[in-house]
């Protein structure tokens, strides 16, 4: 059984080189919640800067869903520490006794409305922003919305790119080589993302009062929990971002400029229902448009191929004029035994996975082996841990164990090839750690929550509180020092100029800059 077909997993010591300046990226999403356990009702904290210029501090679907986001750096070690420094910095200035919620599935909710929408001033591009989340509230419900993750961000340098270009003797731009490696890339990943749920999946359980009164196939624990004995992600299962509301549209992966089209196709089409729920009430918006798809963001995936965009430039016109310049994966759970939500052997497994994804023969995916990819990745994160688990690979049906040990033996060779551009141990010893879990699940994220919460007795609720507080104690604790935590107040103070900047630089009326954006 060969899974990844790598012709040659020496990589030749003139690539190799390049590898140390991979940059990484972290994007980490969590609640804020009251000492009660419920939502915040709380404006975004004015000290934190402005959601709409901060660079590190913003807001993701709610005003109660800061998202925090480091750069991009070429040292593997520093996405986590700075995003240790944004942690401090928020905590060192939440209000009223508030904290982060640790997990994925969102805290005690009461109804939809109490769930603020995030606000982002007054500017056409903060209206939009605005609108677009109003919109996503009448189509998925905001419930889903209060859901959390981490996306890591992951580019290969462009020397890399260069040699390879160069070792292949390829005759196409440089550019569009560079985006068809990461679409095999990205191909591959999607045949093996249900790796990660299986390790690193952690929200195998969730507080009753997320699904309200709706019939699901999760066993009551006691009564206000729900779980999954066996799940590993219910975050990325139909009950969260999975969810079979978009199942219709057909994004292809096989080139960049079909995954392109299938995302501008569903931009423009119009949805009858959206129509029905209509773009403006009473004159005010309540949605972008009644189409398919508001922007290309709505669109959920475990993974995108991504472009920085310049102000006012949608993503695929991006992508379409520069090519592809990193990957953004997003199918990690928030890690609640990391007081960050992600931690060191993460990353250097995400990485390891990359590369083999990269390296590996990467054909286009036709509809069955999409079909049983899709399969597969429900499979993991709604009963991965079962004994008896399998998995289809070419129509038959193969137990997990199995297919995880061979991806493994096939990720080792650019697990070491890693420990040694970067003189460490990281790779090959999570290798090891992890392939010791294949023989005991129990000992993963999701089988180490589920043996809490049943040996507790309490539910969910109490477990997932007590690990919040405890994040909240160690950063009353670790404080940023006087210099770092003056560079961050001097961040949040310039967005608020910035974007009092942008509010009054509009010249554009709203409907008139929306037209301008969708050209």
Known sequence: MHL??????????????????????????????????????QNHPHALGATLTNPHITTDYSEALPEFITGASSDRLQPLAELMEIHQFAYQNLENSELLWAMSMPCVM????????????????????????????????????????????????????????????????????????????IRNYLRFSWLIPLFFGASPALCESFIKDKNIDLEQLVPGTRYGRFATSLRMSDLGYQNNAQSGLSVNYNCLNEYIKGLEDAIS????????????????????????????????????????????????????????????????????????????????????????????????????????????????????????????????????????????????????????????NDHGDVLSKLRTQLSDLDKTYSGRIVKSIEQRQDGFFPYAMEIAQAHKAFFEKEKLNTERLSHYQQEATLSHQKKLDIENSDTKSFEEFLAHYYE
């Open 4 to 41: 990844l077909e790598i012709a040659d997993q020496s990589l030749p010591a003139s690539l190799a080189k390049h590898l140390v300046g991979i940059k990484r990226g972290i994007e980490k999403e969590s609640l804020r919640i009251q000492p009660d356990g419920y939502i915040s009702q």
């Open 110 to 185: 009461g109804e939809e409305n109490d769930i603020p929408i995030a606000r982002y001033g007054h500017s056409n591009s903060g209206r939009m922003k605005e609108i677009y989340r109003m919109g996503l509230g009448l189509r998925y419900g905001r419930f889903m919305q209060t859901i959390a993750g981490v996306h890591y961000n992951f580019s290969l340098p462009e020397s890399f790119w260069q040699a390879l270009h160069q070792s292949e003797n390829s005759e196409m731009p440089l550019q569009d080589f560079i985006s068809q490696k990461y679409m095999g890339l």
């Open 269 to 424: 089409t119009p949805d009858p229902y959206y129509q029905e729920i209509g773009v403006t009430r009473n004159g005010d918006y309540q949605q972008l448009n009644a189409n398919v798809l508001q922007i290309e963001n709505e669109f959920y995936s475990s993974i995108r191929p991504k472009r920085v965009s310049v102000s006012g430039e949608r993503p695929t016109k991006a992508l379409r004029n520069r090519g592809i310049e990193y990957i953004e994966v997003r199918a990690l759970d928030l890690n609640p035994f990391s007081p960050i939500g992600i931690d060191q052997s993460q990353i250097a497994f995400l990485d390891s996975l990359l590369l083999a994804c990269l390296f590996a023969k990467s054909e286009p995916i036709n509809p069955r082996e999409k079909g049983e990819y899709q399969s597969n990745f429900k499979t993991i994160v709604s009963k991965g841990r079962h004994p008896d688990c399998c998995l289809t690979m070419n129509n038959g049906c193969v137990p997990v164990n199995e297919v995880a040990t061979e991806l493994m033996s096939q990720i080792e060779p650019y697990a070491a090839l890693l420990d040694k551009v970067y003189q460490t």
